[in-house]
């Protein structure tokens, strides 16, 4: 049955809003990132939580020990919820989880806004973590899992699009609020956090749950729904389902119950430690400490005593420079589909990081109190922030999602969004020891820690990370070159796990050409393209999560036709 182009965005409109309501769970994530490092510099806060320091010119301070945990204990809540993701995924599915993680928000704001006790913040903040952990780890399972292979990256990229919103608008409000002396400064922020889980829990109601979970758990018919309302061609759903059903089968039927053992075995556990790897580039960067301590390393202020970082006035140049992240973010949202290789922004990424980090700890030594010192950090912060948004924050999820394989990618992913926020929490718990003028003081030069992270994270990209951009998901293993070409036609081979099954080195994946159904696939949405003057005819049902497979498929895919033919 002839049909449109099924490829467009006009095309998959509902599926591309359901995956966009839920890419909006990080905004949260990250107003928290933009308000907690200027509400501990703000009076109203430090006259509730902090101490009197008659030696600092506004009065008051914060111990080291609070800062660290005020900040930290969120980013240790995302940690151990993003390691529960596996059975919760197994069991709840993606929808549950987030409501689960919308009403855990609410009941943490409730609690940061009514309290004057620190020991009940330090319970608000972490509960407010398991929160974002939810949030962070099922939405993107539910974006790599329902979202078209072709518009993969844009999807994940729109998720970094809310969580820089978030840190841009926390960043803003922060900057209005802090003048005021009394608790409205940062009871403000905190009623931020309450608006798009709001809107995130009742939009869950209108959109359909992944049909890969419902597959997972036999729900077959649930699942032809969900598809048919996530795919503009209804002929292509039971194709697909076919293929989602052969990769459950024939991964259970190669593995135990023993789900998370299972990561660490066979090619699983070069996929586990890639996706870990991949993920956690963005703690490698150094990011938490410049997006978490922003305000309080650069203003004089009772957390460091100092004006160390920037010139003028600090809240208004860190909504400045998150404002640039919030383009950096945008322009990467309009290129990812059709030039993100994701090698090349990581690798790039990093290395630009380290320059910057480099340059701020240098200048900083060598004169810390010179104005033009501080001119030149502003600048370069904001290249740093400019690379880091532009870079490293998609591409990292965006790999880290794609890489596991299928059975395994609630457990793997969430194990991999475990450590990476680890590694953030890591960051925020140990900063204030190196910033905070009652310990080390260091101000800027603490960026010389993080410039041989960034080169050896780059250099794990170059050696190791494969490139996979515009490969499909669906995982169903092939056997090296199958001796049958029948196996070859019917097996629904994917891309991404023939690769991984052939060993292949990271730097060949890019150019591999995929000999299983996906292939052939390919080929005949090439001839389609060509017979009807590129208006895509879909007349063999092919699954639209495929996307075109550049190299030469085509004459591979011919000779396996040819030979099944013949056979």
């Known amino acids: 049955m002839a049909g449109g182009n099924h490829d467009t965005m006009r095309a998959n409109w509902k599926c591309l809003a359901a995956c966009i309501l839920v890419s909006m769970s990080p905004f949260q994530y990250g107003v ?245 790897g991949a993920v956690n580039t963005q703690a490698a960067s150094g990011a938490m400490f410049m997006i978490a301590y922003g305000n309080i390393t650069g203003r004089v202020n009772p957390c460091t005593g100092s004006d160390k970082i920037f010139t003028g006035k600090p809240f208004e140049n860190s909504v400045a420079l998150t404002t640039v992240g919030v383009v950096a973010i945008v322009v990467n949202t309009c290129i990812i589909t059709r030039f993100g290789r994701r090698r090349v922004m990581l690798i790039t990424g990093l290395i630009l990081c380290a320059i910057t980090m480099l340059i701020i700890a240098a200048v900083d030594t060598a004169a810390p109190k010179a104005e033009s010192t501080k001119k030149l950090i502003v600048g370069i912060s904001v290249v740093y922030i400019a690379g880091y948004n532009g870079m490293i924050s998609s591409y990292a999820w965006v790999s880290g999602g794609e890489l596991p394989s299928q059975r395994l990618r609630s457990y793997t992913f969430g194990l991999a969004a475990s450590v990476g926020f680890f590694g953030a929490w890591l960051a925020t718990f140990t900063a204030p020891y190196f910033i905070n003028p009652a310990a080390l003081n260091w101000g800027p030069k603490y960026g010389y820690i993080w410039v041989p992270s960034c080169l050896m994270a780059a250099a794990f990209v170059y050696f190791y990370l494969p490139e996979v951009k515009g490969r499909t998901l669906e995982e169903v293993s092939s056997q090296s070159v199958q001796s049958s070409v029948k196996r070859v036609l019917t097996s629904a081979t994917i891309q991404i796990d023939e690769m991984f099954t052939q060993r292949l080195p990271a730097r060949k994946f890019r150019h591999y050409v995929c000999t299983g159904r996906a292939a052939l696939e390919s080929m005949k949405r090439g001839d389609n393209v060509s017979e009807n003057s590129e208006k895509h005819e879909h007349k063999d049902g092919t699954v639209e999560t495929i996307e075109r497979v550049y190299g030469d498929e085509r004459g591979v895919a011919v000779v396996v036709e040819t030979a099944m033919n013949v056979a």
Request: net charge positive; glycine share 10%.
């Open 32 to 276: 928290d990132f933009g308000l907690i490092g200027g509400i501990q510099a703000m009076i109203g806060f430090l006259r509730v939580f902090g101490y009197a320091d008659p030696e600092l010119p506004i009065g008051w301070n914060i111990t080291p020990g609070r800062q660290q945990l005020i900040s930290s204990l969120m980013t240790l809540g995302a940690v151990i919820a993003s390691g529960l993701a596996g059975p919760l995924a197994w069991k709840a599915g993606r929808k549950s989880c987030i409501w689960a993680a919308c009403l855990l928000c609410a009941v943490s704001d409730i609690i940061m806004m009514t309290t004057t006790s620190i020991g009940a913040l330090y319970v608000g903040r972490l509960l407010n973590g398991l929160a974002n952990g939810l949030f962070m780890t099922f939405s993107q399972l539910y974006i790599q899992e329902c979202s078209p292979a072709k518009y993969r990256g844009l999807l994940l990229s729109a998720f970094q699009v809310f969580t820089s919103v978030g840190v841009l608008i926390g960043t803003i409000v922060d900057n209005f609020t802090a003048p005021l002396s009394s608790k409205a400064s940062y009871l403000i922020p905190l009623g931020l956090i309450y608006v798009i889980p709001f809107f995130i829990a009742i939009g869950l109601f209108f959109i359909p749950e992944s049909p890969r979970w419902l597959m997972e758990k036999g729900k077959t018919e649930k699942a032809r729904k969900s598809l048919l309302w996530l795919r503009p061609s209804k002929d292509a759903v039971d194709t697909e389902l076919f293929s989602i059903q052969e990769a459950i089968d024939e991964a259970q039927a190669n593995s135990g119950k023993a789900l998370f053992f299972e990561m660490f075995r066979g090619q699983d556990l070069r996929r586990t430690m890639l996706a870990v």
